[in-house]
């Protein structure tokens, strides 16, 4: 029983991977035959793991359809983001001045990832973008906070890549090293400006276009994420 749940949640943590690092595309078919043969695992593993991900928004499931990668609407995405906007500010709030050495030099660690991704490897520069603010979610230590920010920081990528412009859904790693600054020195007002400031600037850029990139093969993704999670 554990090890079934064990292996959904491997399966889902994979498959989220892949959709916040924008390699599987909104409305992409997930076929479960393609997926347990990837995975190594049985149906209905492969059935329980898209039921996480469909409470996070990230799949749809239709019956007779199978599961396909979410496309949410546009109004839809507007609110997810203005939320996380919200949520975020709250993050900050909690970590002004709690910040300890030891996290901030983690958060650090991963903004130079992103430097050292931004122009090699779209994939794994989204890892660590997306993990910064996954990562600053965790420090607060508050379940309620993760849980409702965690499928929203996983849905923006999707919105991005829906209504964003290519190669402009970034996060700017220059402001995501201001911010762990002024959390480290305690100064409340100024990283809430920083942080709403980022999301702002990162939202109006991605949005001021909406041309797409083409998007590899199914199996070539699932290969991928299957072995590194
Ligand atoms: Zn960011």
Redesign the pocket.
């Known amino acids: 029983m554990l090890e079934a749940r064990n292996n959904a949640q491997h399966v889902y943590d994979a498959l989220t991977s892949a959709i916040v690092e924008q390699a599987l595309a909104p409305e992409t078919k997930l076929p479960e035959e393609l997926i347990c043969k990837q995975f190594g695992v049985s149906r209905h593993i492969v059935r329980s793991a898209f039921q996480m991900l469909a409470a996070d928004g990230l799949v749809d499931i239709r019956q007779n359809r199978g599961a396909t990668v979410a496309k949410p609407s546009f109004e839809h995405g507007m609110d997810v983001l203005r939320i996380r906007m919200e949520l975020e500010d709250v993050v900050v709030r909690y970590l002004a001045g709690n910040l300890n050495k030891a996290q901030a030099a983690q958060l650090r660690e991963s903004i130079n990832k992103e430097h050292e991704y931004i122009h090699i490897d779209h994939a794994l520069y989204m890892r660590h973008?997306y993990g910064?603010?996954r990562s600053l979610a965790r420090m607060t230590e508050s379940k309620i906070l993760i849980r409702y920010l965690d499928p929203l920081l996983s849905q923006s990528s999707l919105v991005l890549y829906l209504y964003g412009r290519p190669r402009w859904t970034k996060?700017?790693a220059d402001?995501?090293l201001e911010i762990v600054s002024a959390l480290e020195a305690g100064q409340e007002a100024k990283a809430c400006k920083l942080m709403r400031n980022?999301?702002e600037a990162?939202f109006q850029r991605a949005f001021s276009d909406t041309a797409k990139d083409e998007t590899t093969s199914l199996i070539d993704v699932l290969e991928r994420y299957a072995k590194v999670s």
């Open positions: 973008a910064f603010h996060c700017n402001e995501h980022h999301l990162m």
